[in-house]
T-cell receptor
């Protein structure tokens, strides 16, 4: 079954430290990949997306993500975290070869909660 | 501009009440979505409208009734809800008609629903 895995439920970093959030997808064909961020009680904001081309993708708020086909991964990175980055981060995918009603459906990982210490 | 608006921001209702959630987008997007999100969980798809027609119903109970009066507006009518229906309800929209695998969904801020 198509799925997406975020191995880390909760990550804590100090302000100014670098950050990497992991995301792995399960399907053979390259999916369309997204990272969203959700502040408490808020909606989801799109950080970046990857469809094709350059495997290093730049997003908003200083985030970037790298697509690695060999590792089925799309990890999110930020070189220096700010306290305002504390939120929940969701990796999401659309599998191009999914069948039936799964075609075109956005599949979310379970999310990673980021805590930032001053 | 990729703004999706939702009203109300918060809603408290009893199990016998009838209420509606509203979602609007003025980006000319052709697909609109309702998601339900419980605490500490990812969003779960409920309904998809494409070109104002219902494309997907993810086996949602009939106490939730979606409506798409026009291409910019999406409603979710609520009736006889249960306390376990308390959640954040998110609306999203995307440019193309559903399904288009390369399309991007843009989310609204959500309505926090509490059922007493």
């Amino acid at each position: 079954a198509q799925s997406v895995t975020q191995p880390d439920i909760h990550i804590t970093v100090s302000e100014g430290a670098s950050l990497e959030l992991r995301c792995n997808y399960s399907y053979g064909a390259t999916p369309y990949l997204f990272w969203y961020v959700q502040s408490p009680g808020q909606g989801l904001q799109l950080l970046l997306k990857y469809f094709s081309g350059d495997t290093l993708v730049q997003g908003i708020k200083g985030f970037e993500a790298e697509f690695k086909r060999s590792q089925s991964s799309f990890n999110l990175r930020k070189p220096s975290v700010h306290w305002s980055d504390a939120a929940e981060y969701f990796c999401a995918v659309v599998y191009p070869n999914a069948g039936g009603t799964s075609y075109g459906k956005l599949t979310f990982g379970q999310g990673t909660i980021l805590t930032v210490h001053p | 501009d990729t703004e999706v608006t939702q009203t109300p921001k918060h809603l408290v209702m009893g199990m016998t009440n009838k209420k509606s959630l509203k979602c609007e987008q003025h980006m000319g997007h052709r697909a609109m979505y309702w998601y339900k999100q419980k605490a500490k969980k990812p969003p779960e798809l409920m309904f998809v409208y494409s070109y104002e027609k219902l494309s997907i119903n993810e086996s949602v109970p009939s106490r939730f009734s979606p409506e798409c009066p026009n291409s910019s507006l999406l409603n979710l009518h609520l009736h006889a809800l249960q306390p376990e229906d308390s959640a954040l309800y998110l609306c999203a929209s995307s440019q193309e008609g559903y399904p288009v695998v390369s399309d991007t969904q843009y989310f609204g801020p959500g309505t926090r629903l509490t059922v007493l």
